[in-house]
């Protein structure tokens, strides 16, 4: 790779993961291979990846998830916080699409069965639109303007005898 981006010595591996797992920072070098400043400053500065939750602790969280879920009387959040749930998800960086390993995909397609949406949280590797729709679920991820809260404008010590409001058709 360090030659395609004419550099004499090849790039470091933290780069080349990088690059492998981000098509818009492999973009970016390449675009950037006649600037060498920019190019520095690419190289320097490679988009970390965040470790995937791993498969056991997605069906422990799962598992648990379902017994909290379970204990509401299988009930879903009313349609206004379900929108402002997925809407704050939909701006969050930890936005991702389902990994693509065999194990997870095959996990990711039991949970997303019959939905268009395949975003997961890459905070807690959960199926976006499934979580939003439970009120026993938070938001794992803290709002940054707004100590306290989470992204879905909910407090982060939320307990299971506080949750928002029912669907009233549930």
Known sequence: ???????????????????????TYAANLLTCRRHPDLLRHLLKNPPRRQAEVPVHDLLARAGGALVNW????????????????VTACERCPELRDAPQSPARRALY????????????????????VRKARLTSETCPAPDPGEPG?????????RT????????KEE
């Open 149 to 157: 809260m989470t992204r879905w404008q909910e407090p982060m010590d």
């Open 109 to 128: 397609t039991i949970a997303t069965l019959g939905l268009d949406d395949k975003s997961i949280c890459g905070k807690c590797g959960c199926s976006v």
């Open 70 to 85: 379970a204990r509401t009387g299988f009930t879903h959040v009313d349609e206004e916080t379900y929108q402002r749930r």
């Open 160 to 167: 299971d005898d506080d949750p928002p409001l029912l669907d």
């Open 1 to 23: 790779m360090g030659r395609v981006l004419g550099l004499d010595e090849a790039v470091s591996e933290e780069v080349l993961c990088a690059a492998l797992a981000d098509a």
